[in-house]
């Protein structure tokens, strides 16, 4: 029997043993995975590219300019030229700043067009005005006038009306003043004096006369018809016809624009565009609420940036330094000034990257450092767990050898009984 234990004990012992020497395996493999997680780790940091601060001499250039007359010319490119006939020596690209009287185009919302019926001023061709003398009786159109009659409530009326509008209109002696329907059978009232001058083809005849859905104010500013006999209003006008060549207002009569002014400016719009808007409220009950926007024009001067590209002879100094220039169309020499311009809002947007790059560079070093810990702590744990079984298999093996001793010397009394 006590043979059969030891050898029990000692397959129990190789068996434990065994399995220490195939853990131990397992660790060594589990650290080699370990290590090779931890070299690409180092190849990350290694390839990570540290950020690098801006400079500010990277955003600073030096800028040429020159004084012609009280503009300020500034230098923004100067190309060299090779073998120009005229003898010049660069090209050079420029620009200054200069008030341009420009048309401006915008859509005013909310513009609370009112339409009501009102007093107009307009012009028949003279063409159309006839006088005979026979008779002593004008036309316009085939239609006969007759003398105002203050008398009759009606025209008396429409006549104050235009008298308040037009005051030129009112020191005329009512019986001087003529009227007639015309074709769309409104009263117009006119003057002698206007009568004889398109009798006489001197001017077109002047009419006034009583409007339905007129354009009355814009908001609160009052409308006006154009006046091109206004050196203001004319400039302007003209100048948005030039910048918009192409737009209704361009083409639109003169006797159909109208302006108002607002806070210090005049603006122009068409009749049909105001009478559009002004109809264009959802609520009839609510004509100025929720119109559609007004498209209108004004004309200002605006500080524009001018750029030209010319021929020039460029001289300069002993250190190579631009020191006067002198363009091709004239013979105006100019000394050129000198001043180190910074860009600081690019320098600013180059820091704000530099700042955000450096918080992506920290991450990624911390998350690499963390993740090289990790690895770290898992390889202390592997290789104390290693020792632990080195040990236990120093003390298996010791045990091992003991129990081997004790099978032989059962083995040598066994057979030592049988000689």
Not at 264 to 276: E, H, Q
């Amino acid at each position: 029997m006590g043979m059969a234990a030891s050898q029990a004990r000692y397959l129990g012992l190789t068996a434990r043993k065994t399995n220490v020497e195939y853990e131990g395996q397992q660790i060594n493999q589990a650290r080699t995975a370990l290590a090779n997680q931890s070299a690409n780790t180092f190849n990350d940091l290694l390839a990570i590219e540290v950020p690098t601060a801006p400079s500010t001499q990277d955003f600073t250039t030096l800028e040429y300019s020159y004084q012609d007359g009280t503009m300020t010319e500034t230098i923004t490119e100067m190309s060299p030229l090779e073998g120009d006939p005229d003898g010049y020596n660069y090209t050079i690209s420029s620009y200054h700043f200069s008030d341009v009287f420009t048309g401006i185009m915008s859509n005013k919302s909310n513009p609370q067009v009112v339409l009501a019926s009102a007093a107009v001023k307009d012009i028949a061709s003279k063409d159309d005005v006839t006088y005979d003398a026979v008779s002593n009786t004008y036309t316009v159109k085939g239609q006969t006038l007759n003398n105002f009659d203050p008398n009759v409530e009606q025209d008396r009326i429409q006549y104050n009306k235009i008298c308040e509008k037009f005051p030129e209109f009112a020191k005329t002696k009512p019986d001087e003043i003529y009227i007639y329907n015309d074709d769309k059978g409104q009263t117009c009232f006119t003057t002698k004096t206007d009568l004889d001058n398109a009798v006489a083809g001197t001017s077109d005849l002047n009419y006034y006369t009583i409007d339905t859905d007129v354009p009355t104010y814009v908001g609160n500013c009052e409308l006006n018809k154009y006046d091109s006999t206004d050196t203001e209003q004319k400039a302007a006008y003209e100048q948005i016809c030039r910048d918009f060549p192409n737009e209704k207002i361009a083409s639109t009569d003169i006797e159909k624009l109208y302006i108002w002014e607002s806070q210090g400016k005049t603006y122009f719009a068409t009749l049909d565009d105001l009478r559009t808007t002004a109809l264009s409220a959802p609520d009839s009950s609510k004509p100025t609420e929720n119109q559609n926007k007004l498209k209108m024009f004004d004309a200002e001067y605006i500080k524009t940036k001018i750029e030209r590209q010319r021929r020039a002879f460029v001289d300069m100094d002993g250190s190579g330094r631009p020191q006067t220039i002198r363009y091709e169309d004239s013979t105006a020499t100019y000394a050129l000034s000198t001043k180190t311009i910074t860009d600081e809002n690019a320098y600013e947007d180059a820091m704000n990257q530099y700042n955000y790059d450096m918080q992506v560079y920290e991450k990624k070093i911390a998350d690499i450092n963390a993740k090289t810990e990790k690895i770290q702590q898992q390889d202390r744990t592997l290789e104390l767990r290693l020792r632990q079984l080195d040990t236990e298999q120093d003390a298996l093996q010791t045990e091992m050898e003991a129990v081997k001793k004790v099978i032989e010397k059962n083995i040598e009394s066994t057979f030592k009984t049988f000689e």
